[in-house]
């Protein structure tokens, strides 16, 4: 099992900066896949940005790219989104997505972002 505990939500004004934070303990090897996917009331849960376990580069939703950094610490157990040029569409509830080699898929509790204009 691999435990998320997600951080780092908040209310902001448009333009503005947040980091999430998302910290996989428990059994994390081997990690295949961290990402975070976002869902606002009534919509799907859609994808926003991720990278594998290994190195490779990170994909970004198109409606994100350029304001969007995704990133881990050199362990690999704790996975950053970094929100930059935040605009009230970025509203969301924003959950990390952990990928175990098989795979297993874990989801974070969610942490609320709240944009203002």
């Known amino acids: 099992q691999v435990q998320l505990a997600e951080s780092g939500g908040g209310l902001v004004q448009a333009g503005g900066s947040l980091r999430l934070s998302c910290a996989a303990s428990g059994r994390t090897f081997p990690t295949d896949y961290m990402g975070w996917f976002r869902q606002t009331p009534g919509k799907e849960r859609e994808f926003v940005a991720g990278m594998s376990w290994s190195g490779g580069m990170a994909s970004y939703a198109d409606s994100v790219k350029g304001r969007f950094t995704v990133s881990s610490d050199n362990a690999k157990t704790t996975v950053y989104l970094e929100m930059n040029s935040l605009k009230p569409e970025d509203t969301a509830v924003y959950y990390c997505?952990?990928?175990?080699?098989?795979?297993?898929?874990?989801w974070g509790q969610g942490t609320q972002v709240t944009v203002s204009s």
């Open positions: 997505k952990w990928v175990i080699y098989g795979p297993t898929t874990y």
